[in-house]
């Protein structure tokens, strides 16, 4: 029996056996470990790209809590990519704004999308649950389109064994154990991975000594949407910070400071989160309006991840992989970010387009961007929670400074938000060739902007020539990929400042995950084949 370990809060992939719970394990090419939005994103990409997928959860849709609520404007621009963001954005509470306070006062407000011409905002807050219920939204309209995804639910993986060119897995389900093969196996299992400890895996790091409360309100209330942060809050029972969002259905989520030695079940008793919340909004409106818990939890931060994130065929995605502080939404924008990554590449070496040596650069870039998500984590949560009086006397010195004088409000870390990291100097890329913007250059990924018929990412699908200005080059094919040309004659003002910068005419290569390979002023034939090259590690 697969006893559930938490309550659902939509049924998504209800159990149904299929006739390879019996007989000789089946061998797929693609097995996915876990439904959250990490898993469903790869499934969904993967099976858009003509790759047979399955994924396993051991539960039958999305478990029950906001979670995850802050959702990039990166990954924003994936799901639709994938056909899933129409809903996200229609049903999520769009914001680019920001403010900072200290005690009553407003220190600074931020915006992170000051400029148009982005068919996506910097943000939405939607809950986990919706996001997951969307991505398994836009898989069924694959599948019924011929997408080769198949999503089984309360398949739990009881025994994984690795061998040189495949994984055997042991699966449990309502109607007893089965076994099946995979060519490749990816965890998107979350941060207690049971792949994790089945393979005997390290998962190395810090735990920060603080607690955090969670409380999702339900009421009706005029704040704007936006981030509000507090240090010092004036409302009683915060400790150091306070964070209040609004999300989708009038529910609001904000974030106590509790502090490390706690009685956590006191201070889960609904009398004391009440009392905490009430000396917030009365603070704030005057008076206590009427509101419903919805859901509350507490935390703790941690910083871990794995040392490797490829185990020969074994791949870790997500949470399973790192694990970051919620401040900063870096933990499921990243995590979609990985799947991104992986899902072009196991797509090319499963077609013997490219060899294994392509799927160690996976490890490669997604470690890196760990680190850079664990460092920023890191800091954010030393700034906001000081443990010496060194460290509190120079973070007051910052917020005095930041009230005052706007060179200092960048000292400030509330939890710096996600952005995509930039693989500088990584492999699979080119140097830079081109006097351009230096948010376009190799090793990022693209940059929205307008164009006549939309928005430019809307047309870089797979390896893809941008030429901007000039003439276009005629269609490119070389080791055995179909490369389409994308010609801007006449490029929009936002278009030539995010992509020409001072050059006149510019001709970018673009991978499958929509990251820059190489940038030129001209197209030559040798010099792109050449960088298709390095960027399928044939080079």
Avoid at 131 to 138: G, I, N, T
Wanted: with cysteine; glycine share 10%.
């Amino acid at each position: 029996m697969v006893a559930s370990r938490y309550e659902t809060a939509f049924k998504l992939y209800p159990y149904e056996k299929v006739a390879a719970q019996s007989g000789t394990p089946a061998r797929h090419p693609v097995v996915i470990v876990g439904g959250g939005p990490v898993g469903l994103s790869l499934a969904l990409d993967l099976g858009k790209r003509g790759t047979p997928v399955l994924l396993l959860d051991d539960h039958d849709g999305a478990g029950l809590g906001s979670k995850a609520i802050c959702f990039a404007k990166r990954t924003l621009d994936i799901a639709h990519r994938l056909g899933a963001s129409t809903p996200m954005v229609d049903k999520g509470v769009v914001w680019n704004v920001g403010r900072v306070f200290r005690g009553d006062g407003q220190l600074f407000g931020f915006d992170l999308q000051p400029e148009d011409g982005h068919r996506n905002p910097a943000f939405i807050n939607l809950q986990q649950p919706d996001f997951e219920r969307f991505l398994v939204d836009a898989i069924r309209v694959s599948q019924d389109a011929g997408a080769p995804i198949e999503l089984r639910g309360r398949n739990r993986v009881t025994g994984v064994e690795p061998h040189d060119n495949h994984v055997t897995l042991d699966i449990d389900t309502p109607d007893g154990p089965y076994q099946l093969e995979a060519d490749y196996l990816v965890a998107c299992d979350g941060a207690r991975s049971g792949l994790r400890d089945m393979m005997g895996l390290s998962f190395d790091g810090r735990v920060f000594e603080d607690n955090f409360l969670i409380a999702d309100v339900r009421m009706k209330a005029d704040f704007p949407t936006e981030r509000w942060f507090w240090f010092e809050p004036p409302f009683k029972g915060a400790g150091q910070s306070a964070l209040l969002h609004k999300q989708p259905d009038d529910i609001w989520r904000i974030d106590f400071q509790l502090g490390w030695d706690i009685d956590r079940a006191k201070e889960l008793d609904e009398a004391n989160i009440r009392a905490r919340v009430d000396a917030m909004l009365s603070s704030q409106t005057g008076k206590v309006p009427e509101y419903e818990l919805v859901w509350t939890s507490i935390y703790t931060f941690q910083c871990r991840r794995m040392q490797s994130f490829r185990h020969g065929p074994v791949f870790f995605a997500g949470d399973s992989a790192h694990q970051v502080s919620p401040f900063g939404a870096r933990g499921a924008n990243s995590g979609v970010q990985d799947a991104e990554n992986l899902a072009w590449k196991l797509d090319l070496v499963l077609k013997d387009v490219a060899d294994e040596r392509l799927l160690e650069s996976y490890a490669a870039e997604r470690e890196f961007g760990a680190d850079e998500n664990i460092l920023n984590s890191s800091r954010a949560t030393d700034f906001m929670t000081p443990k010496s009086k060194i460290s509190k006397s120079f973070r007051n010195a910052v917020l005095d400074l930041a009230g005052k004088h706007a060179f200092a409000r960048p000292f400030v870390n509330s939890g710096r938000l996600s952005v995509p990291c930039v693989y500088d100097g990584f492999p699979l890329f080119c140097a830079d060739a081109l006097d351009g913007p230096a948010i376009t250059r190799p090793g990022a990924s693209c940059v929205d902007a307008p164009v006549e018929d939309g928005f430019l990412l809307d047309h870089l699908h797979g390896f893809t020539l941008l030429a901007i200005g000039g003439g276009a080059p005629a269609p490119f094919t070389a080791h055995g990929i179909d490369m389409p040309v994308v010609h801007i004659e006449a490029p929009s003002p936002l278009l030539a400042k995010r992509y020409l910068g001072a050059a006149k005419t510019a001709l970018y290569l673009i991978r499958p995950d929509q990251h820059i390979i190489g940038r030129w002023s001209s197209f030559d034939a040798e010099t792109v084949e050449a960088a298709l090259s390095t960027s399928l590690a044939k080079g």
